[in-house]
């Protein structure tokens, strides 16, 4: 484009009679009011006389507190604030942009961040609620304005519509939908569907910035902490958009291909330039309001805090000692098929399923093809296995210990040998459940069990022959307790998951003598894990065997329903049956430990690590062994001690506390159970990433083990590379970026949460500080590993 094009552009402005009209009338009546306003504060401090004094001139109470508070609300800077908005809804839809915005990308992404996340803020900080209903004329205002303001209906439809969670629904689907190419193009085509499309983005941000500032009078009773993860959310579904425009490997709107662009570039790089502009904007705007809330929640005094604050419903269910009150309502009680599951025929199916599944991948294992892409071994535990086992950790709970194929032979191994030996008391902790876990990813990539059939079948049989043997000795359920590394991993994020085996009827319990939910009857053994019903908080340890609930002769115990992140805060402080958790630093450092095996599991199959290995092999001149061996202790063991050993002595520090090594592990202790939503989440989207990839692969492999077990001719088709698959389900990373979103607003709720249990002072809230800068490192260096090409690790083959 040309000087001369260029200024021709510039004077196209599409200047509508109607719009003007429209936005110089609002314009007008506010400012009318707003100056009413001024006059009433004015007429108010003539007729008092003198400045304020005492307690008044602080603003605290008194008349002259509450026209200080007034002149707050209707200050010069929020006039300004008002018209800066108008101004900015006026130059994006009639400016030459809305001209432009037909030739590039760019330039229509720019309209529709004026409208998104400049001009609302803009309206909303100029408190327009009430200078816009003064500045209208009185005999309108009385007559027809006030009766409908102040009817019941419209304020309760208004104020559901800027609840958080419905005014960013409402946000995320409008934006989400009107970037669908059919309805980008229409609205490009047609001018109707055009002011449509900008109606929608102005109304539905309007809804979404309103409980974030609040406009006067509004005010909601709930914490205002709830609006980080709502703004972080936000943000991350639109950096999820912004992504999918910046990295498509083609033209997603067809009309821009179309179309003459005014920068002389190509379609594409118009539209990845489109989505960098949609991604930094929008991006600091929600960094801004989230500064903007935590600095306003940190600096407010005490007693407004306390005014704002409303006990959550588990608050409720704690007395003064910290014990559960009454265990759960018996509303929440799920009647769907989830506590069917406590029916043991049922239960004895599915385990007995789950059986005749590890026996297949054993058999396959030990008598296939040694490709793993083909052999049901390769495949099924390593792809399937691990998706569906974190999905339902998320979704549900523990399901899979209660399938668990290994209950069987702990039954008969019981039943044969009737153990009477109790576990050592110097292993009942998970010191030497986190050694095995540690010795298992280790062995994982060290010996590539991915790709190794036969050994993954002989781990499957060393798991029953282990679970034989110790419950043939011992007592109880020690193998799954201190033992099991699955196990492990399924205690620490179910607490996480959404339902719990708990009581229903906290006094019912009170008046058990016998106490068979742990002691057991005739029809059950009771809990084997040892865990006491009405004490038990979370669960951890539960196995989600149903035993408890076949014992207790008076059906009190069942699937619960439970708030899991306000259960999750409260185990550091809570009496349970596994003991106090900031006692138990075993737990802790089990937590820890997946919390970073998430990260490093997921990094170690990624391009640029795995260049890393390699050129540190050929620099040293050794095996690969060696240098993985050291790389991971160091990245699992030793990252991780040096890391909560800084950050649990900062937090001690911030609060005036000492850094000597019983405060440090206190700390750790207190503050670990916040690390668990994170971890989850990345375990999620890198499991998940294997499920969606390479899901194909079970039936590739299952058509090759049915033609060697039948004696048929197996041919293999066409071959690719599962990640291949990846670039063909664009959903894949921004569902997977989401998730971890979704994991770090969880944290950070715990974290604070935790910090804030039992505080007085906004002085020792600062203790989270450290934990949250964690997070957000740990959440970075997630988004980094998912934006890796990804080593497929023996996933070839997707078809046939």
């Known amino acids: 484009m040309n000087g001369q094009d260029w ?44 400045k304020p004094s005492g307690r008044a001139r602080e603003g605290r109470t008194g008349p002259d507190g509450l026209r200080r508070s007034a002149r707050r609300r209707f200050t010069f800077g929020r006039l300004l604030s008002f018209l800066a908005g108008l101004v900015a809804v006026f130059f994006a839809i009639q400016s030459p942009l809305d001209v432009a915005a037909a030739f590039s990308l760019q330039v229509h992404m720019v309209q529709h961040l004026l409208l998104m996340i400049v001009a609302p803020p803009l309206l909303l900080y100029g408190t327009p ?39 960013w629904v409402l946000f995320a689907v409008t934006l989400w939908v009107w970037h669908a190419p059919q309805l980008y193009d229409l609205a490009l085509q047609s001018g109707g569907w055009h002011r449509a499309e900008h109606a929608c983005f102005l109304t539905t941000s309007i809804l979404f910035w309103w409980p974030v500032l609040e406009p006067y009078p509004f005010r909601s009773k709930r914490s205002r902490w709830r609006l980080v993860p709502y703004l972080f959310l936000a943000g991350i579904q639109g950096s999820a958009l912004a992504a999918l425009l910046t ?64 006990p959550s419903e588990i608050d409720r269910e704690f007395d003064a000692g910290g014990r559960r009150a009454c265990a759960l309502p018996l509303a929440a009680r799920l009647p769907s098929f989830l506590n069917q599951l406590a029916r043991k025929p049922i239960r004895r199916t599915l385990q007995l399923a789950m059986l005749l599944l590890a026996a297949v991948v054993v058999i396959d294992g030990v008598t296939g093809p040694q490709v793993s892409a083909i052999n049901l071994a390769g495949v099924l535990p390593w792809i399937h296995w691990r998706g569906f086992l974190v999905i339902a950790l998320v979704l549900g709970g523990n399901y899979f210990c209660m399938a668990c194929p290994f209950t069987m032979f702990r039954t008969t191994a019981k039943r044969l ?9 110097l292993l009942q902790n998970k010191w030497l459940a986190i050694a095995m876990l540690v010795l298992f990813f280790w062995s994982y990539e060290a010996f590539a069990l991915w790709d190794r059939p036969l050994a993954t079948a002989m781990i499957v049989i060393g798991y029953f022959v282990a679970v034989f043997a110790i419950d043939a000795l011992f007592v109880e359920a020690p193998f799954c307790k201190f033992v099991c590394p699955i196990g492990q991993f399924n205690f620490v994020h179910s607490l996480v998951s959404p339902t719990q085996v708990a009581v229903a009827d906290g006094a019912v319990c009170s008046d058990c003598t016998t106490k068979d939910c742990i002691a057991g009857n005739a029809k059950s053994p009771g809990c084997q894990t040892h865990l006491f019903q009405p004490k038990k908080q979370g669960n951890m340890d539960c196995t989600f065997c149903m035993d408890c609930v076949d014992a207790c002769p008076h059906e009190n115990v069942a699937v619960f329903a439970i708030g899991r992140l306000d259960d999750v805060q409260s185990l550091t402080t809570s009496a349970t049956s596994v003991g106090r958790y900031e006692k138990r630093f075993d737990l802790a450092a089990l937590i820890v430990m997946l919390f970073f095996a998430a990260l490093v599991n997921a990094a170690w199959m990624t391009s640029p690590v795995i260049a890393i290995e390699d050129s540190l092999v050929q620099h040293f001149g050794v095996g690969r062994l060696p240098v993985m061996t050291v790389g991971f202790f160091f990245a699992v063991v030793g990252v991780p001690i040096l890391v909560m050993q800084t950050v649990g002595a900062m937090s001690n520090r911030l609060v005036g506390l000492s850094s000597s090594d019983e405060n440090v592990r206190a700390n750790i202790a207190k503050f670990a159970p916040s690390l668990i939503p994170l971890s989850l989440s990345m375990w999620l989207a890198h499991y998940c ?17 049915i033609a060697d077990w039948t004696g048929t001719a197996f041919e293999v088709g066409p071959i690719a590379m599962a990640c291949c698959k990846a670039d063909s389900v664009p959903w894949l990373l921004p569902t997977e970026l989401v998730a971890i979103g979704i994991g770090l607003c969880a944290s950070f709720v715990v974290a604070y949460r935790i910090g804030d249990r039992g505080v007085t002072s906004e002085h020792h809230r600062v203790a989270i500080i450290p934990w949250a800068v964690l997070m957000l490192a740990f959440y970075a260096a997630c988004v980094w590993v998912l934006l890796q090409p990804m080593q497929m690790r023996g996933a070839l083959v997707v078809g046939r």
């Open 129 to 167: 609620t009430l200078p816009m209903i003064a500045g209208l004329p009185k005999s309108f205002r009385d007559n027809w304005v006030t009766p409908f303001v102040t009817w019941k209906p419209l304020r309760r439809s208004l104020g559901f519509l800027v609840q958080p969670p419905i005014a």
């Open 247 to 310: 990295f498509s490997p083609r033209v997603i709107y067809s009309y821009y291909e179309a179309a003459p662009n005014i920068f002389g570039i190509d379609s594409l790089t118009d539209q990845s330039l489109a989505g960098a502009i949609m991604w930094v904007p929008m991006a600091v705007s929600f960094l801004i309001a989230i500064v903007y809330v935590v600095g306003e929640q940190l600096s407010a005094s005490p007693s407004y805090l306390a005014e704002r604050r409303k």
């Open 7 to 50: 200024g021709l552009l510039l004077q196209s402005w599409n200047v509508a009679p109607v719009v003007v009209i429209w936005l110089s009338a609002v314009a007008l009546v506010y400012v009318r009011g707003w100056l009413r306003y001024q006059r009433k504060m004015r007429a108010r401090d003539l007729a008092v006389g003198g």
């Open 417 to 425: 040998f009737k153990p009477s030996h109790r576990w050592p008391k």
């Open 689 to 705: 990433f294997h499920l969606v990839t390479s899901f194909d692969g079970w039936r590739v492999a299952g058509d090759r083990a």
